[in-house]
């Protein structure tokens, strides 16, 4: 295969990447990834792969900005005992907040294991994933995987979850009013959406073990952050995307470096946002 065709092959799935971005799909709907180079045999092979991977990354990114936000998704099993510590911490919160029904865990990790660890918990009717890269195993799990890159639109209907969480993801989105409005969008009345933020408190920790320490997950997830976050920034979002001021708490945790909000969609009025 000729250069030419490589980088044609790899446009094409480009363009058609891009053209399903925005698509109103149903919540079964995979959206496919771009191609990676699997099982390499020949070194001609392992030399195309690399071309095509330095075309996506040089030319994709440019044609379609939000493929730029995350070159891996995140492993939580990469994490040291500190930053385990943290995760449990978080999850605990999150856990006891949510209600009876379906569950949208947005940019929830390759392995969903929060989603996993809850499976035989029949307090939840149904589990939807959203990452660029999803565990394959996660579907004989009866779990629904929808694989795209997060840009300012979810795929799915209105009103369509009764829990709707984000945990460690907003900060790395460019649109983040946008990606708040739309979970307001899908999000059931009565439904709540759990956000989990990194704070300006702990902004100089988390940079320390990230780029002094060199942790290598940790390094990879602060040098993508596009935000930080307070309660006079994080709750103008929610009021933005549609949440009434008295269905919205936030709260200071994990010795305040982090943001937990809780807003409930009002069953009154379920406007959508401006």
Known sequence: MSARMVARESQEKCAATIHTTGLQLPRSHRVPLLAEPLGWRTASDRFWGRAMDRFRLNVCDTIHPSMNSRKEVFNYERLPWYGRLSLMLGNRAILKNMVEGSWLDVLCGYAALLQRSQSSNRKFIGF???????????????????????????????????????????????????????????????????????????????????????????????????????????????????FAPSEIKIRRFKLGFSLHAIAVKSKEVCGDYA
């Open 128 to 242: 939807y994933c959203l990452d660029h890269k999803l565990d394959d195993a996660l579907v004989d799990s009866g779990f629904a995987l929808t694989e795209t890159y997060l840009d300012d639109e979810l795929p799915y209907v209105d009103d369509s979850f009764d829990n709707i969480t984000i945990i460690n993801g907003l900060e790395h989105l460019w649109k983040a009013q946008d990606i708040v409005g739309e979970m307001h969008r899908v999000l059931a009345p009565g439904g709540a959406l759990q956000i989990v933020v990194p704070s300006w408190t702990g902004k100089p920790v988390l940079e320390f073990v990230a780029f002094r320490l060199k942790q290598p997950q940790a390094f990879i997830e602060m040098n993508d952050h596009k935000m930080y976050y307070d309660k006079r920034s994080l709750w103008p979002l929610l009021i933005r995307a549609g």
